[in-house]
Every structure is written in C-alpha cells, then in structure tokens.
C-alpha cells in the first residue's frame, strides 16, 4: 500500500509503503486512515530526515500496531521491531538488505 495514512496517538502519520496480511486488509481496507497500522511500515527516507524523527515515527508505528518498521536510505534496508534493529526482517526474511538504484 503505497501513501498509507495510520492514526496515532500524535496525529495521522503516512509510511511511504506498508504490507498487511489479508486479515489486517479486511479491518483497515475501506478506512481514511488505518485504525491499525499494517504489520510492516516503511519509510523511504531522505538526507533531511533526522534520526530523532525516524525513531518517533517507528515508535508511533509500534504502538499503532506494526510488527515491522522499515528505514530505506540509497537503497540499502535497515530493519526493526519494537525490540530494536535485526539484521533481516522476520516477517519477509529473503527480502534483500539492499535494493539496487543503477537497474
């Protein structure tokens, strides 16, 4: 889901991308902004982005429900849960740590 809306407890937060599982789909499908954020949340950052403000988004996302939080910069992948950075995703665990920009 690209340009996805989430309500959180500081206001509406929109992750660049999300996936949820067909069950989650059924809750949030027809919603203006998700009442549950889906299990994972991606940011696709940029040079203006601060570190302070990633992690209140990932936070914001945890609690909103997501399972997996994801930071692309330059296209490589950093991964993380509400317990901290992994080096893979747990929920996708073959999705590569970097995604190729010279194709």
């Not at 299990?39 to 990633?54: A, F, G, K, R």
Request: glycine share 6%; aromatic share 6%; net charge negative.
């Amino acid at each position: 889901m690209p340009e996805c809306a989430i309500k959180t407890r500081k206001g509406t937060r929109v992750a660049d991308v999300a996936w949820a599982t067909m069950e989650r789909v059924k809750t949030i499908k027809h919603e203006t902004e998700c009442s549950i954020a889906p299990e994972i949340c991606i940011e696709v950052l940029s040079n203006s982005n601060t570190d302070e403000e990633m992690e209140g988004k990932r936070m914001l996302y945890f609690e909103s429900g997501a399972q997996e939080v994801w930071l692309c910069l330059d296209g490589d992948i950093r991964f993380y849960t509400s317990q901290g950075r992994l080096e893979r995703s747990a929920i996708a665990p073959h999705f590569p740590g970097r995604i190729s920009l010279d194709e």
